[in-house]
């Protein structure tokens, strides 16, 4: 079996996480890699993936989910009452053991490897990977059986899935419009072909100008002016864009349409993609 996590990179003197994969091989712990093998449904679980935490909400999985982390913010009632386990790449392992879960649902981007390994030692690992739509509706049916709510996942699979065929449709319809997606700075960085948050755009008909590029390439101001960028997504997640950093970015972008984005909107695979159809379609037509 092998395995790929999210790995780390320092960058100007600050701790940057630096969104790439490393592949390793994995031979031991309790990482599930189907459904079917977790024997009973869950009672006792600790999401440590902010999109999936609210999947377990939208579900209705209030007394069985115990512990999430502290940027699990949606659902707002769960973000100020639930047990917190650390950040999603600074895992308390200790807090994790003392409440004794019968599943952790983890992520290969977003959290560490070294971490989910310590924690597979001792507890059962769902790891989802999700690097499109098609992979976010496999992810939400997985965690359909994991949790035994199949008939509620089904349900939201088919109404996101309507949403985005609608989308699609209109997309096709109209011009694409290329799009440099920004997601940190110093260094910028941006989008690549093969992350979700670009599969997003694609199906909003947008084009990536990055979409040769693998995970999160750091870039400079010099390549959006040499691709003749004309639209740039300043994203509200990782990196906290604000206007200020539209005032930097127009002086050294002269006729480039720049424009702060909920990044939750194109980031977030889980329940969140019912709301995300509506908000990347208005967006679009005020592009």
Not at 75 to 87: A, C, L, Q
Not at 92 to 117: F, T
Not at 172 to 195: C, H, N, Q, R, S
Request: net charge neutral; glycine share 4%; proline share 5%.
């Amino acid at each position: 079996m092998v395995k790929k996590f999210a790995s780390t990179a320092i960058c100007n003197d600050k701790l940057l996480w630096k969104f790439f994969y490393v592949v390793i091989p994995y031979f031991y712990g309790m990482i599930l890699t189907s459904p079917h093998q977790l024997s009973s449904k869950p009672t006792r679980i600790v999401s440590l993936v902010p999109s999936q935490t609210e999947l377990l909400y939208y579900l209705g999985l209030e007394t069985e989910t115990i512990a999430i982390t502290k940027f699990c913010v949606h659902p707002e009632i769960w973000f100020r009452n639930k047990e917190r386990v650390g950040g999603t790449k600074t895992i308390d392992i200790e807090k994790i053991r003392s409440l004794n879960p019968d599943l952790v649902i983890a992520n290969k981007e977003e959290n560490i490897k070294e971490q989910v390994e310590k924690i597979a030692e001792e507890f059962p690992v769902w790891l989802t990977d999700v690097n499109d739509i098609t992979g976010a509706y496999q992810m939400i049916d997985d965690i359909g059986m994991l949790t035994k709510k199949e008939k509620e996942t089904s349900e939201l699979i088919d109404r996101i899935r309507i949403k985005f065929n609608l989308l699609f449709q209109v997309s096709e319809t109209t011009d694409i419009i290329p799009v440099a997606y920004l997601i940190w700075k110093d260094p910028f960085m941006t989008v690549g072909g093969d992350t979700f948050i670009s599969n997003m755009l694609e199906n909003a008909g947008f084009k990536n100008i990055f979409s040769g590029e693998k995970r999160y390439p750091q870039i400079n101001i010099s390549q959006l002016n040499s691709l003749n960028c004309k639209h740039v997504f300043l994203s509200s997640e990782p990196y906290p864009f604000k206007q200020k950093d539209i005032d930097e970015l127009k002086s050294r972008l002269p006729g480039v349409k720049i424009i702060l984005v909920d990044g939750e909107m194109f980031s977030w695979y889980g329940s969140r993609l019912l709301q995300a159809v509506e908000y990347i379609s208005c967006l679009r037509q005020n592009v």
